[in-house]
């Protein structure tokens, strides 16, 4: 495999004297598509803010693309978010803004780029999304699985290599879930970037996954490719999968 591009090292944080991440560690390889499942409230929104240096560690490392990330001052670290595009669970759009404006917010926000060119790249990563034409339309006159393809065209706005998805199917109906599933596989293979995945849905997870990453109660406790996931003999992981009420609770 490649190197790491993500690597959480033995990660402790603690929120208003709590702890949540208890020991996490995580290597994320350029190019794979790593899923984070495990339950509600286990920690898995809090991980995706570590590596993006919004939350820091209380102990730990959080290496993102060769640098250290909890060491940084703050222009560092903004150099190293460019490379991170993100979903996040209620896909985030500004509503008093257009589509384009939402899609063309980083590019205006960081780049010098002329507007006849950012209007060029908005264009094109809308309908990269399946949205083309969309830019004068408002968030408010969209469906759900619209505003998520349209957070996702904000999200590749600065072509980052690496793509953070914080529940991205999450309240919608099966039809728009497998739309969307199949533009993130798509965009994940013809971006060429790493995705990280962030998910309870356990089809959505073995169809996107090249590898699954369980967390429970702040930490990972079994990687594995999707194969090795279903075969996992971890009495947690094997009551996540069957569904079982409590899954896995006191067993690990
Ligand atoms: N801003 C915050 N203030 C206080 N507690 C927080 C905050 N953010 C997270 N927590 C706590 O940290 C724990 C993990 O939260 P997190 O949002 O990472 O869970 P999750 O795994 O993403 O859950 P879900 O699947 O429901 O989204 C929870 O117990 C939550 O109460
Ligand atoms: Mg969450």
Known sequence: MN???ISLKDVHLSIDGKPVLKGLSLDIYEGETMIIMGRSGCGKTVTLKVILG??????????VDGKEITKLDQD???EVRKKIGVLFQSSALFDSLTVGENVAFMLNQHTDLPKEEIKKIVAEKLALVGMA???DMKPAQLSGGMRKRVGLARAIAMNPKIILYDEPTTALDPITVSGILRLIKGLHDKLGVTSVIVTHDI???FFLGSRIAMMHDGRI???GSPEEIKRSENPFV???LSGEPDAG????
């Open 3 to 5: 190197r790491p591009i």
């Open 54 to 63: 919004l939350l820091k560690p209380d102990s730990g490392e959080v290496w």
């Open 76 to 78: 560092e670290l903004n």
């Open 133 to 135: 034409g969309t830019e």
């Open 203 to 205: 089809p959505s997870a």
């Open 221 to 223: 406790i079994e990687v």
């Open 238 to 240: 094997k009551a996540f």
């Open 249 to 252: 609770e006191e067993m690990v």
